[in-house]
């Protein structure tokens, strides 16, 4: 493969046609309405993200008052903390679901067992009750009202101590909640796919001795960078001037200790923690091949559920950096917003291969001069890295001389046909994999494999069996190589649901060697893949029986005429067919003959004009009515 990396679509195969596709990733913003000149607000904007955080500046989640209403939104900062405080009362089931649900479930059960009571003697029996009661009401008012009084004054005692044993038993955990808020600091990242999210977290020891303190994160994703060369790649990538340290950190686990890397602060003292979130988290998910929303049927069937596909690589989370010391005290709690975002594809690859094998590829790249981070006039790169989304793929790259042209290796197992694997690579040119060259997408097909055996210019055929599906389709077969490979039958036909349909092919190579070619079946209507095969087609020289050496003249807008002799061999009469590998320079006057037991004819030949002198082998094949290969002719056509 070849191609040059540093211009979007250019790394092609060879003797494969590429097709640019895209996707426009469109962001929109509520713009309201004019500002008022009259009304001046001052307000800190700023142009760029801040990489260094402070948790002092105003970034915690807390700003007092009640422990439900209390947390600052993300996105405020100290202005916040000067505006106005103040909450209105409200019923205490609209602010929590799970006292809503305790208070109303006696309610419900009460209304359940009513609903079973369904006999009609019971009904009766009721119905005569409260005739009686509205009798004895009439003539006492009075006693109603205390029973109605008195029933309601239980039920809400039987309310009350519901909400005092719910909030005694979580007024603890919103009492610890909200004391961590105060050291709590939070952060928003918008990372992409493989693409390194650098900043640093200032923390402080705020007590007045020694403390060792333990760095506990709980997402894999988001890592503190140990290695110093590391660290200074990424503040001088994402230009942070800040002062750093060397050795600060201690990664070796001890029994007894706090698991976590390891950091030493004396009294009062601030460092600055350095972060790196990178996800290589993609989706693997293939999306199903069928019709396009113009041709789907003008009626669909409702349903009060439809189930929507969403991409959990992009969905937003929360992760917390927990910062403790050795007695497990929280002394500082980091809170990161992550927010996804879509990224970009350089390359699609798409391949097909047998089920059940492993597939190895060797894309090679050109010489990097014009990368980013690379010298107008220097040398180039020596090595790539690459990372692979699939952790089932291999991939790996070799050092090279500057100036080489680099090579990708890949290396991915197939699995049963019809299955389609999807996965990503990316291209780095540092060993920190900070920012990728590129992203290559990667189709691998797992086809039924149909092994043919073959002679150049004789038909070899067999037939393969396409099966039904549930439903009734109008299909067609198509072949990826019409001149060498043909289908019977070509027409559409009607695939009955769960029945079995026999597909004959037909293969005459024109060419030596191996040659990959594929079957496909389609849904005419939907337009929808039903099933394929992999032909996998070794063609072999047939055997020369005569050889004829030809002089043509070079030029002459007509050509030249030649004439050569076949006798039949066979004493009953055959009908032949005739034809040669090289149509663009031979031409025959008849491609069909009969003849008679042993009859002889002339074969006429016509060579297209040629403008350059040298030579140039032509094979005439002799077939029987099957295509079967009787004769071969080696004609060397010399034009001087």
Known sequence: MTGDLTRGGSVRAIGVQTILKGRLHLRLANVGHMPDTKRQKLTNHTLKESKVIVQEDGSGAFLGGSLNAGIRQSGQGLASLQQKRSYRASHMTEK??????????????????????????????????????????????????????????????????????????????????????????EHTVHPSFGHAEFFEFVLKNPYNVDHTISIQIEDTELSVITEPREWRHFKQLFETYTPMEENMFNTQDKKGDIPGIQIFLRPKEKVNVPFKYQSFQANHSVNPQGPDEDIKPQFKIQTPYDEKKVDLTLKSKVLKVHFKTQDDKSIAVLSLQVEPQPHVLDQTFRFHHPEHSFLKKSIRLPPFQNLPGVPVSGPGLEKLYVKCSDDNVICSTRNVSPGEPQDVFLKVACGSSPEIKKFFVLIYSTPYLSRPLQ????????????????????????????????????????????????????????????????????????????????????????????????????????????????????????????????????????????????????????????????????????????????????????NDEFDKNEETFCVRAIYS
């Open 439 to 622: 992203t290559w997408q990667f189709y691998i097909h797992s086809l039924q494999r149909v092994d043919v055996n073959s002679v150049e210019g004789q038909t070899s055929r067999f037939s393969l069996i396409l099966r039904g599906t549930q439903a009734s389709r109008l299909v067609q077969a198509f072949s990826s190589h019409p001149l060498e490979m043909q289908i019977a039958p070509v027409e559409p036909l009607m695939l009955l649901a769960n029945s079995v349909h026999e597909i004959h092919v037909g293969v005459r190579p024109m060419a030596v060697g191996s040659k990959f070619m594929y079957v496909n079946v389609v849904d005419n209507e939907y337009h929808q893949l039903i099933r394929s095969w992999l032909v996998c087609v070794s063609c072999r020289q047939p055997i020369i029986t005569k050889a004829f050496e030809l002089q043509l003249p070079i030029g002459g807008g007509k050509g030249s005429n030649k004439r050569i002799t076949y006798k039949n061999p066979y004493p009953q009469k055959k009908v032949f067919n005739i034809r040669c590998n090289r149509d663009d320079l031979l031409q025959f006057r008849e491609t069909r003959i009969e003849l008679g037991g042993g009859e002889t004819c002339t074969l006429g030949l016509r060579f297209s004009p040629s403008h350059q002198g040298g030579s140039t082998e032509i094979l005439i094949f002799i």
């Open 96 to 185: 929590d679901r799970e006292l809503a649900s305790a208070l109303f479930s006696r309610q419900d059960k009460a209304v359940q067992e009513s609903n079973r009571e369904s006999d009609a003697v019971k009904q009766r029996k009721l119905a005569r009750m409260k005739a009686l009661r509205q009798l004895d009401n009439a003539s006492n008012g009075t006693s109603k009202s205390v029973l109605l009084k008195k029933e309601e004054r239980i039920q809400r005692n039987r309310d009350l101590r519901t909400i005092e044993l719910y909030r005694d038993r979580t007024k603890k955990e919103n009492i610890l909640n909200m004391l961590q808020s105060v050291i709590t600091t």
